[in-house]
């Protein structure tokens, strides 16, 4: 019976603490709020991706692509904790529900995450440097980059 109760404390100390270390480095992605718009939209076109925090450890977003006052792209994004992971969430009408990629890296200046059974991407990078950012969207052998600029 002791060693039911300490296996019983042991699991419930290591959920908090790997619980606690997920909360801690959601932190890391709060320079991600404001605004930033995209400085290589195609010719004719403005973009921009828009966060705010939404909760302790939720920051909600939405980027837009805009052909002179119509808009041509539109997606929901979000980053949250779940399951003591962190996810990069993307709502796109293309898609039947939101897609969830999956955190692999993350430090003070960017982040990785991934879904291998996603069609496009796959992958989804965010690198700052000062005032910009570069995303990039990659799988099967193709990349995009998105590089922004915060208002």
């Known amino acids: 019976m002791k060693y039911i109760v ?3 404390i042991s699991f419930c100390g290591y959920s908090a603490i790997a619980q606690s270390v997920t909360e801690n480095d959601f932190s890391k992605l709060l320079w991600l709020e404001g605004q930033w718009k995209r400085t290589n939209a195609k010719p004719g076109r403005t973009a ?10 939720e920051l909600v977003g939405i980027g837009i692509s805009l052909k002179g006052r119509d808009t041509v792209f539109a997606e929901k994004l979000k980053i949250l904790v779940k399951d003591n992971s962190i996810y990069y969430v993307a709502d796109v009408t293309e898609n039947k529900a939101p897609v969830y990629f999956k955190f692999t890296e993350l430090t003070n200046d960017g982040f990785v995450c991934e879904n291998p059974d996603h069609d496009f991407p796959k992958k989804i990078s965010y690198k700052r440097e000062g005032k910009t950012v570069k995303a990039t969207t990659s799988g099967d052998g193709k990349s995009i980059d998105f590089l922004f600029v915060k208002n």
């Not at 921009?48 to 450890?57: D, F, I, Y």
Request: positive net charge; proline residues 0%.
């Open 6 to 8: 300490f296996l019983l």
């Open 48 to 57: 921009t991706e828009s966060w705010k925090k939404a909760g302790t450890n």
